[in-house]
Nanobody, 118 residues
Framework: VQLQASGGGLVQAGGSLRLSCAPS????????MAWYRQAPGKQRELVAR???????EYQDSVKGRFTISRDIPRNAYNLQMNNLKPEDTAVYYC?????????????WGQGTLVTVSS
């Protein structure tokens, strides 16, 4: 399974972007879906995730601004980002953590760059 991430770009502070992550095929096993980001010179950090029971969790710095959702007809996962700030500038990666009967494993997307100008 490959994850195709898209939707990054350049936006002014206060603007919005929507990231999308589309698996190349339907994932039958239970799984969590998450968005991570990595800013220059910093470690990759968890931004938001949707657990297998559809519970959502967010990093404190994005609460109220970002929304993670699942687009079932398109078999995709989205991250709606509103009121973007320069500190949101990073490469964003989608991740699917699969709970397989033989043990958990992860799929990663290739990353999409989000640049927020002040």
């Amino acid at each position: 399974v490959q994850l195709q991430a898209s939707g990054g770009g350049l936006v002014q502070a206060g603007g919005s972007l929507r990231l999308s992550c589309a698996p190349s095929q339907f994932i039958n096993d239970a799984h969590n879906m998450a968005w991570y980001r990595q800013a220059p010179g910093k470690q990759r950090e968890l931004v938001a995730r949707m657990l297998r029971d559809a519970v959502t969790e967010y990093q404190d710095s994005v609460k109220g601004r970002f929304t993670i959702s699942r687009d079932i007809p398109r078999n995709a996962y989205n991250l709606q980002m509103n009121n973007l700030k320069p500190e949101d500038t990073a490469v964003y990666y989608c991740n699917i953590h699969v709970f397989h009967i033989r043990g958990p494993f992860d799929y990663w997307g290739q990353g999409t760059l989000v640049t927020v100008s002040s």
